[in-house]
């Protein structure tokens, strides 16, 4: 049961255009999402997260965007770079009385590549 | 300020031998979580501990795995009596404690099982 989907496997785009990846997830009981970046060989980094309250949320040129009646998010990077080229992981949790940890529910990634 | 360590970066195993994953969180991190991603897949929770205690142990496989992190030394993530279907990547996470952030999670680089 994939509760967090990303239904696209691979974007290519081109330097300085904006890429945009989404990810679908099925668990009402999720209230905090985040991306995480993965490079071959290393592990996941944290890139973004929103908290159920907001639908929006910016840093620097990474945005995303919450859709809870869809049950969708998107994380848009404006303008893309060569150095974006990486895994892109989109992550939930629940927010369990307030005490939430590390035990995410990750989606299968998009392979992101920006060609310059 | 080193990062999360896991070692060793690759184990090669043979069926129904034991497999030991090590991992050293960061500098006053006391919560440790690991996850597995098979191949194709994303990332999947399988233990959560803080010092001497399992917290959530919700995602390990009922037989042959087993997870410590005892006061002094790394965490350990053992498996015993290999199957080829335990072959995937073994990421361990920390977070420092009192925090309610998911973003405060730092990966490891990983330890890719092969089991042949």
């Known amino acids: 049961d994939q509760q967090v989907k990303q239904n696209s496997p691979s974007l290519s785009v081109q330097e300085g255009r904006i890429s945009i990846l989404n990810c679908d997830y099925t668990?009402?009981?999720?209230?905090?999402f985040l991306w995480y970046k993965k490079y071959p060989a290393e592990g996941p980094t944290f890139l973004i997260s929103?908290?159920?309250?907001?639908d929006k949320n910016e840093d620097g040129r990474f945005t995303v965007f919450l859709n809870k009646s869809a049950k969708h998010l998107s994380l848009h990077i404006v303008p893309s770079q060569p150095g974006d080229s990486a895994v892109y992981f989109c992550?939930?949790?629940?927010?369990?009385?307030?005490?939430?940890?590390?035990?995410?529910?990750f989606g299968q990634g998009t392979i992101l590549t920006v060609h310059p | 300020n080193a990062g999360v360590m896991q070692n060793p970066r690759h184990l090669v195993r043979r069926r129904g031998q034991e497999a030991r994953l090590r991992c050293s969180p960061m500098?006053?991190?006391?919560?440790v979580y690991w996850y597995r991603q098979l191949p194709e897949e994303g990332l999947k929770f399988m233990v959560y501990l803080q010092k001497e205690n399992i917290i959530d142990e919700s995602g390990m496989p009922k037989e042959r795995f087993s997870a410590e992190f005892p006061k002094e030394g790394p965490s350990i993530l053992r498996i015993q009596q290999v199957v080829r279907g335990d072959s995937a990547a073994y990421f361990c996470?920390?977070?420092?404690?009192?925090?309610?952030?998911?973003?405060?999670?730092?990966f490891g680089s990983g330890t890719q099982l092969s089991v042949l």
């Open positions: 996470a920390s977070s420092p404690p009192g925090q309610s952030f998911n973003e405060k999670l730092f």
């Open positions: 992550a939930a949790s629940p927010n369990a009385g307030g005490t939430s940890y590390g035990k995410l529910t």
């Open positions: 500098k006053g991190h006391s919560h």
């Open positions: 929103i908290s159920s309250i907001k």
């Open positions: 668990n009402s009981m999720f209230d905090y």
